[in-house]
């Protein structure tokens, strides 16, 4: 027999997009209902974790949830490049602790979590708006109506495929990681490794989690590259080239899978009773392919935006395009800048790549962040492509800065 339930908001996915709207509508008072597939929230971990202090601390997120991260290393073939701040201002998060206490927070403001719960259709009324999904659950079959229905189902966009709205990413990025033990780590300093043997059109990385424990990861392009990712990381734990091989000893804990959009911001994300949020909308800086700081942030405001069109009874596409209106404002031109110069370093060959790396050193840390989490603002990088010492550095934030209007 099928089960069915009534709630003002459904969110499909328990991630850090979806248990953000969860706990915004929650605290506006609305009925809300979350479905996760898995067991548990973060039963499987799909992200390397990195993140920014300054979100962490917006976000309120406790400080055991991350290790501080104050020094950036580079490598490419020939070259290296550390860069030294006094204060950290990266983390690595405890991805399983914060993606649940993300989810504890949506529950403590009222939320119901329902695990087991796969979504796999939709329910649509006589105008083809959506208003219900199905699927299964542990009882046997569930049909979910709701006034607006969010989908937060990371890169499946579940919700939004079954609507017959998108079709599966084109460009995108592949992730293999392990999580070790390891007998050297410097916990303070993370490693980002580029040029051909460490991931063609992609990057390898060291994120050091706390204690001895470092997260090893190859990212690949597609479909730029052919290059599977999981093969392409035991080759270089095997090899231990770079800087693998300063950790010492290796002892794997457990892999990590996953797959994030690139696609630049090519969705439409508001419909009649329909938000996209988080990877789902493809909200993801396209430079180091980090998305969990926007899955917080625009899963508040779709949260908030949803939950105040429920109440004034009004949850057409209209209502609810103020959301698209804010994340496009915050984050729009920023990763249209950032994706140029993805563009540019998907291209460099590995003498390159020890070029760039030059120019890398030439930046002071909060230049270096600024550029790392695309957070371009206009006044600084018209300072930069016009004031810095060094032309080659003044050449890359010309390439930010060029076509795009960039926002203050
Ligand atoms: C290898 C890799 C490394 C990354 N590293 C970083 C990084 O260091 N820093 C960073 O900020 N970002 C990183 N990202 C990106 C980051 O993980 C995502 O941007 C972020 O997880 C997006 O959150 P989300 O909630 O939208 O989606 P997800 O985290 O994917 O959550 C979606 C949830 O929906 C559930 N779900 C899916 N389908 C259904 C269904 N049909 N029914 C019910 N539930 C469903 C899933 O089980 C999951 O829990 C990385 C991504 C990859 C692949």
Redesign the pocket.
């Known amino acids: 027999m099928t089960r069915e339930y009534h709630y003002d908001l459904v969110i ?7 248990s953000s709207v969860a706990y915004e509508a929650s605290k506006n008072g609305i009925k809300v209902a979350l ?4 067991e548990t ?2 039963q ?1 971990v ?6 920014w202090i300054q979100n962490i601390k917006e976000f309120g997120i406790p400080d055991d949830c991350y290790n501080p991260i104050k020094n950036y290393s580079f490598c490419s073939p020939n070259n290296e490049v550390t860069i030294r701040d006094t204060i950290p201002q990266a983390a690595v998060l405890d991805v399983r602790k914060t993606y649940r206490w993300l989810a504890e927070q949506a529950k403590n403001e009222g939320a119901e979590i329902f695990l087991k ?4 259709n939709v329910i649509k009324n006589k105008d083809g708006d959506v208003i219900g999904v199905s ?1 299964t659950s542990k009882e046997g079959e569930v049909i979910f109506h709701s006034k607006v229905i969010v989908d ?5 966009s ?1 919700v939004s495929r079954a609507m017959g709205f998108v079709t599966q990413w084109e460009r995108f ?5 392990y999580e070790v033990k390891a007998e050297n780590v410097d916990q303070e300093t993370w490693w980002l490794m580029v040029g051909q043997k460490y991931s063609p059109a992609g990057y390898a990385w060291i ?1 050091p989690v706390g204690k001895n424990i470092v997260r090893i ?1 190859v ?1 690949v392009g597609k479909p730029e590259s052919q290059v599977d990712p999981t093969e392409r990381l035991k080759e270089l734990m095997d090899s231990k080239i770079g800087p693998i091989s300063k950790l010492g000893k290796i002892t794997p804990i457990e892999f ?5 959009p690139n696609d630049g911001l090519s969705r439409k994300t508001v419909y009649n009773n329909l938000i996209l ?4 909308a493809g909200q ?1 800086n396209p430079l ?8 917080i942030k625009f ?1 508040r405001v779709a949260g908030k935006i949803a939950s105040n069109a429920i109440k004034s009874g009004k949850t057409d596409e209209t209502a609810l395009y103020p959301y698209e209106e804010k994340w496009k404002k915050d984050i729009q031109a920023k990763i249209k800048s950032a994706g140029k110069v993805q563009d540019r370093w998907i291209g460099l060959s590995d003498e390159e790549w020890d070029n760039e790396l030059d120019i890398i050193k030439e930046l002071k840390p909060e230049e270096f962040l600024d550029f790392i989490k695309a957070d371009f603002g206009l006044a600084s990088m018209i300072k930069l492509a016009t004031h810095h010492p060094k032309l080659a550095v003044r050449q890359l934030f010309n390439l930010v800065k060029s076509k795009n209007k960039i926002e203050k």
Do not use: Q
């Not at 719960?117 to 796999?120: A, Y």
């Not at 990025?173 to 990681?177: L, M, P, Q, S, Y």
């Open positions: 499909v996915g328990g991630g850090p997009a979806g479905l996760e597939k898995e929230i973060a499987s799909r992200t390397s974790g990195v993140t719960t796969n979504i796999n699927g937060a189902s990371g890169f499946s579940t990025g592949a992730g293999a990681e994120f990861g990212g990590h899978y996953g797959l994030i949020v988080g990877d789902s993801a180091v392919l980090e998305g969990i700081r926007y899955a899963g």
